[in-house]
């Protein structure tokens, strides 16, 4: 976790430049083989800078994944307040906006080269919700039906991100948050 600082430009502009060369390094290495030193290389940053906002490059990661989790949480939350339920789909294009426009990041986020707790637990968020849940188990009659068709839906959306991700997002938002709706959701809807 970041330590607390006051988050003034130029903080935020030095946490950006480290998550920045974070993410650039992770796209040859594994997190394990990435040193303070080339991370402050990369970002242009000395190593006292570094220890002033993380106590380890794991640290750093856990930032970037807790800034995305926060904006995933923030935009289920208001669009879930949405009265109407056709909403879901919504949410889950909106989403796919977001992986779009933050592309650099989640490639890697997503990738086996990060934390893989991430990638369950980000789609594990989507369908926690109540709403989504509800809709998910509507057809099953038994609980444990119910549970295996949210651990596919859930599974077989980190599998089809990965993919949209590793083909350089060749669908568009649209698309892949479609698919996830009509393969996650029960036929009757």
């Not at 920045?20 to 800078?49: H, W």
């Not at 380890?56 to 856990?62: C, F, K, P, R």
């Not at 879930?80 to 890697?108: F, M, T």
């Not at 038994?142 to 060749?170: C, H, K, N």
């Amino acid at each position: 976790m970041a330590k607390e600082l006051t988050e003034s430009r130029r903080t935020r502009y030095t946490r950006l430049a480290m998550q920045d060369a974070l993410v650039e390094l992770l796209q040859n290495q594994p997190l394990g083989s990435i040193t303070i030193k080339a991370l402050c290389e990369r970002a242009d940053v000395n190593r006292s800078t570094f220890y002033a906002h993380y106590a380890s490059i794991e640290d750093l990661l856990h930032d970037i994944e807790d800034e995305t989790m926060a904006w995933v949480t923030a935009a289920l939350d208001q669009l879930l307040a949405q009265p109407d339920s056709a909403g879901i789909e919504h949410v889950i294009e909106r989403i796919c906006q977001y992986i779009a426009d933050n592309r650099k990041h989640l490639q890697v986020l997503m990738s086996p080269k990060a934390d893989i707790g991430f990638q369950q637990q980000l789609l594990g968020l989507i369908y926690s919700r109540q709403t989504v849940a509800e809709q998910l188990q509507s057809a099953a009659n038994d609980p444990v039906e119910a549970q295996m068709r949210m651990r596919f839906a859930v599974s077989g959306s980190i599998g089809l991100l990965q993919y949209w991700l590793a083909t350089d997002l060749a669908a568009s938002p649209e698309s892949v948050a479609h698919t996830i709706f009509t393969m996650g959701m029960p036929a009757s809807q």
